[in-house]
């Protein structure tokens, strides 16, 4: 397996995570549930010029696009292809970070992959491609995602109002009510959640349900004998029943499933039902 991983020099370490790239043999599994991270992302599948998503809850229903995609923020988890993952190159923005590389609105990319020729020019993500399938070093290629995106880099930023509650619910993610930040950032509850769902994807009390569900995430997927009771309780839910409902919303299954699913990346979860779905 190989997996390289960087953060991006000044000025897209402010509003991009991370650039990576993975290439591995093919898995056992046929399928994996992404989780929902509150974050959109780009991906570039080398290994064919196309992208399938499945929805489970239409009895495993495939959709596909082009290679080269922005993914929009998940509001909930969905389906992948791990055949697709064996050559991939992709990119994490932080919440609310694609506003400079994207004029659509981020709630209108919620839950989709939008081919990135509709977003970028169609020659320009064509050479894109083409470069990195013709890099064989790896560094190299995270080299040239990092020089695009300098490329693409708009002058266009989150709202302030936006950015200050990032700031403030990162801070605090065990936050159950979004009403003090609301109050402090000087718009009207209505254009503050209007503003957000444009700049992030999801509503404000959704992104921080995300949150605080990531963060038991990061807890059960770091430990072996997980004390659930107390994860709940850590990560700001009222009780465990709270706490297990959330976790099956987001993920589609319950937080035992998910350890006894996980894989190396703690948002990569095995789908156990694959031998039943369509290939």
């Known amino acids: 397996m190989i997996f390289r991983h960087r953060v991006p020099r000044p000025p ?9 790239f993975f290439q591995d043999a093919p898995r056992a599994h046929a399928f994996e549930r992404l989780l929902p991270t509150g974050a959109a992302g780009l991906i570039v599948n080398l290994a064919e010029d196309q992208v399938r998503s499945y929805d489970p809850d239409r009895g495993m229903r495939c959709e596909t696009t082009v290679g080269t995609v922005f993914c929009g923020v998940q509001s909930r ?4 292809d791990t055949a697709e993952q064996e050559h991939v190159l992709g990119v994490v923005f932080k919440p609310g970070g694609s506003v400079p590389f994207v004029a659509m609105p981020a709630f209108e990319a919620r839950d989709r992959d939008v081919p990135l020729d509709v977003l970028w020019k169609p020659g320009r993500v064509a050479a894109l491609r083409d470069e990195l399938l013709h ?3 790896p560094d190299a290629k995270l080299d040239a995602m990092e020089r695009e995106l300098r490329s693409a880099l708009r002058p266009a930023r989150t709202h302030p109002a936006v950015a200050f509650a990032l700031q403030r619910f990162n801070e605090r993610p065990r936050v159950a009510s979004i009403a003090p930040v609301t109050a402090a950032v000087g718009l009207s509850a209505k254009r503050f959640i209007e503003r957000f769902k444009a700049d992030v994807g999801v509503t404000p009390k959704r992104y921080c349900r995300i949150r605080r569900f990531q963060q038991a995430v990061t807890r059960a ?9 107390r994860v709940a309780l850590d990560c700001g839910y009222c009780d ?3 706490f297990i ?11 035992g499933a998910y350890l006894a699913a996980r894989t ?13 779905a369509p290939r």
Request: hydrophobic fraction near 40%; proline fraction near 4%; charged fraction near 20%.
């Open 240 to 242: 465990q029943a709270h």
């Open 12 to 20: 897209l370490d402010a509003c991009v995570e991370s650039i990576w």
């Open 264 to 276: 190396d990346f703690q948002n990569h979860v095995k789908f156990l039902q694959s031998d039943a």
């Open 77 to 80: 988890h969905t389906v992948i």
């Open 245 to 255: 409902n959330d976790f099956r919303a987001f993920a589609g299954l319950t937080p």
């Open 221 to 229: 997927h770091a430990g072996r004998g997980v004390e659930w009771t």
């Open 135 to 137: 890099t064989p070093d």
